[in-house]
């Protein structure tokens, strides 16, 4: 089985997550990196592109070049790239998607799903006249034991859900900070109006969601920028209502000193909790109400199905991150590699689609629109 | 120097917060408890006084009758008691407190402050016009880590403080549950209208403004009762405004499988965090920004003046719930031998009172009203 | 019910474990300080006595005029005391101890048993021919979870015992150290030959058996003195052999920076394990083979009968070192009492007793043989 | 620059480790796997190359036939494959091994060295006559913390080194069990005389001795096969003593219900302590003796510069098991394009190499040795 072929947009020397995407593209075996617009300043995607053993000839400067003649090779002689990943800024997303969606070229693009509702309008119509899949690299989803979590609430192990509280805390914006990451970060003008609920309050949101399959229906929400001078949201409280009577609450912030990536999300219902923390993410607590709390082991005893796709080691050998963005690109790939036999892929492969995208855009829209309402309630 | 003489107003057999408060007064050799009206219910009066080396004659069923024999005694040959402790369900608060504060015996009083904003108001009223004191059990702000918390925020350790998160989260009325701690608690004519939110949220929100030393403003509030049939709150989720500018989260539930008495208070400043929780109290996490962070442990390196005071052991013997509220009944003593001399106490001594009172009965209302009002922020 | 009247020997202004065991006798309110040989030291020994409310007619400074004289009130009046608390130096068990197991008063006493197996023996002998009780406070065998343990064992919840493990762990001494406390348990004329070993080695030991229920037959030891100049070893590596095939590392310490009083027992059958830690001795671990680990709290769901004894909170408040070492002098009240009314006490109730306190002076010379043998097997 | 070109002896169907060497291989993008004899059975080798994209002709079933047609594929032209990972069972590991070093391809071999000493010294001879190197896959060196440990201790962090306590605990053998990975590593035929020891007890002394940096001078030992019927060791106890005094105990089994892959190592000094668990390797416990212990991330503040070499991700994002073995190749290959192009590698490079195969193979000799005289000590 030949090994899938993936351009990359964004992601030159200096880029974080496009490092990341690279590297989950490689473990396991199913995708080549063959091409790259991996910057607009020609010399950088030039040298990045040689550092990364692309040929010359495909390292573009220019995304829609890039679409065009890697279409192109699809068509004449077959060794067009099959999907490309987007890696660049938030503002950055929506036009080389459309681009890749219109050639036909399946799209991995990096959450959130654009800076503007506009933008992501946009792109869910290109996603919708395409044939081509769109997945927004929601990576937090797939680690082992969150599958494993919303199986077991999807199985009814916790009963009726009641509550679902998610929080992803950092602390590396609790001061005035200018590097490469936070630059675009905290400017509206490239990671949108949102800045901490964007970056990672999309992530917590997603999360509560995808765990809890239950719809969200409004929200009250509080946003600060603690830092003086910071242009977009740098802390942000919300109160959530979920369709059927669930509540929830999700804190997000990048100025809490003490917290790396803290994304933790606990769901209880009338029968169960859970309890799982991304920092340790290999362990997950859960107690049926009137028992002693399990710790639940990925890869351990009590593993759910789901929970054992995906595992490439053993339980007590820690799998993280990088494992789990991993499996969204196996997950694609698996994918892709059906809608290219024309056959379905087996029900238990799935991926964040538009549909998660759309939901995060509006989750920010949502929160700025009722924060500057003083917390009115404002549905999502 | 003499042990002061403790009575009782509730906590007869069955009961739990009678007996955590007795063993809380013998624990440091500071009182003598000598007297009773432990019911009302005259049999069980005389045979719980018994069983507590009560004498007959001071096993009253009549705390009215109590408090003017005890006064009496006081004045006629002196081994009245020194102080009152009240451990009666919410409603039966303010009758004894008022009772004894007229009699001029200092009041031990358990939490929250009385059922009713009315009641809480005729015990201020009491207090204010009585010479003896009257000290409120939030006994979670005696942990001697808790101490040292409020102590590290007002020396400027965490800078200027932001972020305020408390939350009080246990599981035992996840289902309809009927005993004698079960019952009064949802019961809206014996609780107060608040149920969770009165019985561990007002805690919650206790520490919060003690360690912050921040001053609420407004809050907007989100309250549930889960349980079928339940008539007061189960689940109560908050946002917090305080004085200044920082903001805060308070998520409080007795529906939440996995959780037994998670109290846990998380606090960020410009420069540093804390974090602290309750079920292993002897530890805390502080995070200097851009440092690793630090586990402080209840005596150990880098304990502060606050954090070494009422210390028993020395680190690594773990103290615990009672050791806690055994402080607080030692920081009375201190308070009472004080007036008794007519000095004043070391200014290091203090325990919660009749504000603190208020400032929850505030905290209830609020909560209710904001949530009946579907969230508006509501003031404190 | 009279509460008993207690003595104690050492336990004057400055000591820490005298203080202790005055806090748990009082604690369950079962037991009354009425008399003291403090001090040695005449004017101390007043002094200390004074502070706690001891009547100047029963401060003594002589434990033998202290244990004629209590005997002697026992019979003429009755208001002698009932049990003395023997606090002192190791080197000074032995004689008060004797003294007044030969008055017919029982004996509470620190461990180790003696400084030497000559005092040891003597005491032992006292014991046997006194109708006293001699109770030694091993007072980690008595938190709730360390009896639940017990008795998960000895019920097979674990099946044929393979392992136990167990470590005591401190750092204090790490570098050369003068203080009271220091100053003793470092001087071979005070503690006995062992140090670490005697210290806190017996209670390592203590518990492994105590839990297990095995019959230790045979040990390799290696000890160090690790500090210049140190008199007493201060690291301590013991390999076990228990009857019937078990087997056991103990690793005791007190150079080990990081660590306060880390006592941990792991202990596994071919059923299951069991992992549990004294610096949080609220929950433990409880693994059946093939199965998610359980974290079994104080007073949670899966609580067994003495697991449930000497609770005196529910789950989630927790109970610390003090609580365990209450529940000593609580077991102690009863058996006492039990003796007093000739009837004989619940069988569930126990203490650690001669037996004990034999068998750790045999540990503390098996290792120190073993060592000096350059770790030959040696027999208990 | 060019991926290095990897071969497979071992891994087929069915394998563990060598999907782990392959996972490893491929993260960081250094090296391709083009060729393999990845079975004996020519039906499963040939399938299982398929499988992972070997050409049908580097499909090989003879090790020594790939050894000879790779080297000459070197020659002639240049594709042949630049090292060769060997992943099969112990007593498999010295003829390819022997072939390949013969053959001038470097060797990246799976731990223990061999079955045997003969193997190991024949292994040795080989290695040290040809020009290719000899890696050793004790992957547990190559996570980010443990080389900051190593660093730490090296450059006085800890101040002189006392004590080295090292445990590697599983509970998968606690039955008898069947299955491909259990079946070898109980036969001695195939894992050589240690079974624990052999297997996880070598990764417990590799990593006492590479983050402590002593050596090892003698041992006494105490194995027990546990299980009925188990031919090798399952549970191991081991007294440690390292030249200049340093002391330590090594425990591991696999026979210890509720231990998935417990590998910890904690390591104390006159000056600090450290202590560090496989199982959640993200974050190391330091405490300098006298101050509050810090928790050190990966990545995080403090991070040293060993401790920040091959981070792929920042703090917080937890990197695992696979993440530690993908640096050992990384490294491999760093050292191996330095010798290609006759220069020295950085020196901040290094992995295991056959100094810690043989060291591995003389403390399963001497564990061995030591138990049979029962536990006599026995040098390195």
Same mark, same amino acid.
């Given at each position: 089985?030949?090994?899938?072929?993936?351009?990359?947009?964004?992601?030159?020397?200096?880029?974080?997550?496009?490092?990341?995407?690279?590297?989950?593209?490689?473990?396991?075996?199913?995708?080549?990196?063959?091409?790259?617009?991996?910057?607009?300043?020609?010399?950088?995607?030039?040298?990045?592109?040689?550092?990364?053993?692309?040929?010359?000839?495909?390292?573009?400067?220019?995304?829609?070049?890039?679409?065009?003649?890697?279409?192109?090779?699809?068509?004449?002689?077959?060794?067009?790239?099959?999907?490309?990943?987007?890696?660049?800024?938030?503002?950055?997303?929506?036009?080389?998607?459309?681009?890749?969606?219109?050639?036909?070229?399946?799209?991995?693009?990096?959450?959130?799903?654009?800076?503007?509702?506009?933008?992501?309008?946009?792109?869910?119509?290109?996603?919708?006249?395409?044939?081509?899949?769109?997945?927004?690299?929601?990576?937090?989803?797939?680690? %082992?034991?969150?599958?494993?979590?919303?199986?077991?609430?999807?199985?009814?192990?916790?009963?009726?859900?009641?509550?679902?509280?998610?929080?992803?805390?950092?602390?590396?914006?609790?001061?005035?900070?200018?590097?490469?990451?936070?630059?675009?970060?905290?400017?509206?003008?490239?990671?949108?109006?949102?800045?901490?609920?964007?970056?990672?309050?999309?992530?917590?949101?997603?999360?509560?969601?995808?765990?809890?399959?239950?719809?969200?229906?409004?929200?009250?929400?509080?946003?600060?920028?603690?830092?003086?001078?910071?242009?977009?949201?740098?802390?942000?409280?919300?109160?959530?209502?979920?369709? /059927?009577?669930?509540?929830?609450?999700?804190?997000?912030?990048?100025?809490?000193?003490?917290?790396?990536?803290?994304?933790?999300?606990?769901?209880?219902?009338?029968?169960?909790?859970?309890?799982?923390?991304?920092?340790?993410?290999?362990?997950?607590?859960?107690?049926?109400?009137?028992?002693?709390?399990?710790?639940?082991?990925?890869?351990?005893?009590?593993?759910? %199905?789901? /929970?054992?796709?995906?595992?490439?080691?053993?339980?007590?050998?820690?799998?993280?991150?990088?494992?789990?963005?991993?499996?969204?690109?196996?997950?694609?790939?698996?994918?892709?590699?059906?809608?290219?036999?024309?056959?379905?892929?087996? %029900?238990?492969?799935?991926? %964040?689609?538009?549909?998660?995208?759309?939901?995060?855009?509006?989750?920010?829209?949502?929160?700025?629109?009722?924060?500057?309402?003083? /917390?009115?309630?404002?549905?999502?």
């Amino acid at each position: 089985m030949r090994r899938l072929r993936l351009g990359m947009v964004g992601g030159g020397q200096g880029a974080f997550i496009g490092a990341v995407h690279r590297i989950a593209a490689r473990m396991d075996g199913q995708w080549e990196l063959v091409a790259g617009a991996l910057s607009s300043d020609a010399e950088r995607a030039r040298a990045s592109a040689a550092e990364l053993g692309i040929e010359p000839d495909r390292a573009y400067t220019d995304f829609i070049e890039m679409a065009a003649r890697e279409a192109a090779r699809r068509t004449n002689g077959g060794d067009g790239i099959d999907a490309v990943a987007i890696v660049t800024p938030n503002h950055m997303h929506a036009a080389p998607a459309i681009a890749f969606l219109e050639a036909g070229i399946h799209v991995i693009c990096d959450k959130p799903l654009a800076a503007t509702r506009e933008e992501a309008d946009a792109i869910a119509k290109a996603a919708a006249r395409s044939r081509a899949r769109f997945i927004l690299t929601h990576n937090y989803t797939a680690y %082992p034991l969150v599958r494993q979590a919303r199986e077991m609430v999807a199985r009814g192990d916790l009963g009726t859900i009641r509550l679902v509280q998610a929080e992803y805390v950092q602390d590396w914006l609790t001061v005035e900070t200018h590097n490469k990451q936070a630059d675009w970060r905290t400017d509206p003008a490239r990671s949108g109006a949102g800045g901490c609920v964007g970056d990672i309050g999309t992530h917590a949101f997603n999360l509560a969601c995808y765990v809890s399959g239950l719809t969200p229906e409004e929200l009250a929400a509080d946003l600060d920028s603690f830092v003086p001078g910071r242009q977009v949201d740098d802390n942000v409280h919300v109160m959530m209502r979920y369709e /059927g009577g669930a509540k929830g609450l999700i804190w997000t912030s990048q100025v809490a000193p003490g917290n790396e990536n803290g994304l933790r999300l606990r769901i209880y219902g009338d029968k169960a909790g859970l309890d799982w923390h991304q920092e340790n993410p290999n362990e997950m607590r859960y107690t049926p109400f009137g028992e002693p709390a399990r710790i639940l082991t990925r890869g351990g005893s009590g593993t759910t %199905p789901q /929970g054992s796709r995906n595992l490439r080691t053993p339980g007590g050998h820690p799998e993280g991150y990088l494992e789990a963005f991993a499996t969204l690109y196996t997950e694609a790939a698996a994918l892709i590699r059906a809608d290219a036999a024309g056959q379905s892929a087996d %029900p238990a492969v799935h991926a %964040p689609g538009i549909e998660d995208g759309l939901a995060g855009m509006r989750f920010i829209a949502a929160c700025i629109a009722s924060s500057r309402a003083n /917390g009115l309630w404002t549905r999502l």
